[in-house]
């Protein structure tokens, strides 16, 4: 155990008999003991004290399945409300063409402002958890979660309405972002391809859950009851990210637990005392310049890193046509098949029956696979990840091909409504490889990674809505599901060559040839 701590803990000599300990996150393992970490710089402890003080900062890794069950329990149900939030405002939409007196483009702004806000946030808020710890800023984008809530169902105006919507979005934006990151510091990369499947599940469950619900809602109660229901279900777990979530941030528990043993004020058997403080440390302030680097180095790998621009590509074009959803559903099944807003709310159960089947197939790929391929092995490279991805994200173009030439008077509407079930299949799998694909090959450059290609999937979604209507009026129903299933037919292809080239690309990478 001497070499394994020897790379975790250096000592520095200071003046008055006090030693200072600098120790790095795998001290948090509860197998290696304080006296292990000082052997290799030959020194004894003189009294171990009372640890219990700060036997609760351990590695989240080392948790019971009980306890990571329950802390990331908030967080899904928060990253459902995030993506319910997006989708149930479209529901409002033919209520508030009527009582603000404004355009379709206008309405759909509102989508707009709110991923603008998924989109920016995460990429400052994402250095912020790391420096001071994930649970305020959870905690906290609960509350602007709420407030902003509490502005859509309030407003009186067209400009407050979008001021709200801005404020929900970077209230929403953690829990669509960044709990993939509170998964990633719960679970190793063997371990969670499945909790990271049910986040995916989480957020495409609340896409389809937002119009379903609004769409009876608004017909039945008015469309300020769409954001009083949210206020109610955000309250409750804003709350219970009070009560049940706990740091995550290794970084951050390293630097609590140096406190707490530093408050004993221990001493080795030569007289000296030990000053202990986490080996990388990080500043307790935020200033411009760590503003900066946040938003610069994403937007470096963005540019230099081909898996990143690539990637971001790919789920960029389907996280559009998630959004585009929003539109195009009411104004397809509205005018070819006259819905009113709880039938069009209600073709959205295609969306979750879709999000459903893609869980149970990522939850089973792993153990399909094995058996197919006895040599398969989660811990080998990132490309075996993509074997499945590349044969189902084909569901995406094929689902938009369907849907298009399929949404005729003459065609039963439960036909567009599979194609729907066949798209969210293909966007499923698109987003759970692009977060695994990145996570398992940049590793500790993995957030600025995914921060990237979220801010790249966020800006292009939000534009796909404001277009959306002209486009179907532009080049018809078969037109736009020709352009926009060509486009994602030639994205599939990112998958392929990956799997075959990945190991190649990451080799001449600079950030990634170390992960090898």
Known sequence: ??????????????????????????????????????????????????????????????????????????????????????????????????????????????????????????????????????????????????LGTLGCAL??????????????????????????????????????????????????????????????????????????????????????LLLCF????????????????????????????????????????????????????????????????LFSAWVSFAWAILYMQFSSIGIVFKSVYDFDNAQVGAVYTAVIVGSSLSFLMAASEGAIIRRLTPRYSTQSTPEQRLLSPCIQSVLLPIGLFWFMLSAKPEAHWISPALAIGSCTMGIFSIYLAVFNYLADTYQRFASSALAAQSMCRNLLAGIFPLVTRRMLTSLTLAGTGGLLGGLGLMLTAIPWVLYFSGHRIRARSLFAKNML
């Not at 967080?75 to 997006?86: E, I, K, Q």
């Not at 009527?98 to 309405?107: A, G």
């Not at 859950?209 to 949210?230: A, E």
């Open 1 to 146: 155990m001497g070499d394994l701590t020897s790379d975790k803990a250096s000592a520095l000599p200071n003046e008055g008999g006090c030693v200072s300990v600098a120790l790095s996150p795998e001290f948090l393992d509860p197998r290696i003991s304080l006296s292990e970490a000082l052997r290799p710089h030959q020194l004894e402890l003189l009294s171990f004290g009372d640890f219990s003080i700060c036997s609760k900062f351990q590695s989240p890794f080392t948790w019971s399945q009980s306890r990571k069950v329950l802390v990331l329990s908030a967080p899904f149900m928060a990253s459902t409300l995030a993506a319910y939030s997006a989708g149930a405002y479209a529901l409002a939409s033919s209520s508030l063409l009527q009582q603000f007196s404004i355009t379709d483009t206008q309405v759909n702004a509102g989508i707009t402002i709110f991923v603008a806000g998924f989109g920016f946030t995460p990429m400052i808020l994402a250095p912020v958890s790391e420096t001071h710890g994930r649970y305020w800023v959870y905690v906290g984008s609960g509350l602007v979660f709420l």
């Open 246 to 309: 706990a740091e995550t941030s290794s970084t951050c528990l390293l630097g609590r637990k140096c406190h707490a043993l530093n408050k004993m004020q221990l001493q080795t058997t030569s007289g000296v005392t030990l000053n202990f403080f986490p080996k990388a440390r990080n500043s307790s302030s935020l200033d411009i310049s760590i503003l900066w680097r946040s938003f610069a180095f994403p937007l470096k790998l963005l540019i230099t890193e081909p898996a990143v621009f």
């Open 155 to 240: 407003s009186k105006s067209y400009v407050a309405m979008m001021v709200s919507r801005f404020l929900t979005g970077c209230g929403a934006a953690v829990f669509a972002t960044l709990t993939g990151g509170v998964v990633s510091d719960l679970y190793r990369k063997e371990d969670r391809n499945i909790p990271m499947a049910m986040y995916t599940l989480s957020i495409m469950i609340g896409t389809g859950l937002g119009p379903l619900i609004s769409g009876t809602v608004v017909d039945r109660l008015g469309w300020r009851w769409i954001f009083f229901i949210q206020l109610i279900a955000i309250g409750v777990t804003t709350a219970s």
